[in-house]
């Protein structure tokens, strides 16, 4: 099991950005995850990656995701994919940093039996999980 806080990992700095390495792939042989400040006014270097895809994870700051030709103003807290063999970069355009967290998932096929539409897979949980005492909504 693997389970840091935010403060935790090695700090560097790359491209002008500082990046915090919470996860490293050493650890996994499938995702790494790394907490990214961007500075008021700067930008990532636009880039793709040939073996994986990423999820950003917005938690402070606002901003614009590129990816693929296309702009998305995000302000956090807030989500982004980002396909394998696609450009992409994030610009900080506000006046405070802009923190996120990306998680590089090196992908594999899903097994069968879990590849099935995300509601059905979500109320089986829900009722296996109200099976063994838990509520199903909010309920305390």
């Given at each position: 099991?693997?389970?840091?806080?935010?403060?935790?990992?090695?700090?560097?700095?790359?491209a002008?950005?500082?990046?915090?390495?919470?996860i490293?792939?050493?650890?996994?042989?499938?995702?790494?995850?790394?907490?990214?400040?961007?500075?008021?006014?700067?930008?990532?270097?636009?880039?793709?990656h040939?073996?994986?895809?990423?999820?950003?994870?917005?938690?402070?700051?606002?901003?614009r995701?590129?990816?693929?030709?296309?702009?998305?103003?995000?302000?956090?807290?807030?989500?982004?994919?980002?396909?394998?063999?696609?450009?992409h970069?994030?610009?900080?355009?506000?006046?405070?940093?802009?923190?996120?967290?990306?998680?590089?998932i090196?992908?594999?096929?899903m097994?069968?039996?879990?590849?099935?539409?995300?509601?059905?897979?979500?109320?089986?949980?829900?009722?296996?999980?109200?099976?063994?005492?838990f509520?199903?909504?909010?309920?305390?």
């Amino acid at each position: 099991m693997i389970c840091r806080s935010l403060h935790a990992g090695e700090e560097f700095e790359c491209a002008g950005n500082v990046y915090r390495m919470l996860i490293p792939r050493d650890d996994t042989r499938c995702l790494e995850a790394v907490l990214e400040t961007v500075a008021p006014g700067r930008s990532t270097p636009p880039n793709a990656h040939s073996s994986f895809v990423q999820l950003f994870v917005f938690f402070s700051g606002k901003g614009r995701v590129h990816i693929d030709g296309q702009v998305s103003e995000i302000e956090a807290p807030g989500v982004a994919y980002v396909p394998v063999n696609t450009s992409h970069w994030v610009e900080n355009n506000g006046t405070a940093p802009l923190a996120y967290m990306y998680v590089s998932i090196w992908p594999g096929r899903m097994p069968a039996e879990e590849d099935l539409p995300w509601r059905e897979v979500c109320a089986r949980m829900i009722a296996e999980y109200a099976g063994r005492g838990f509520p199903p909504a909010g309920n305390s």
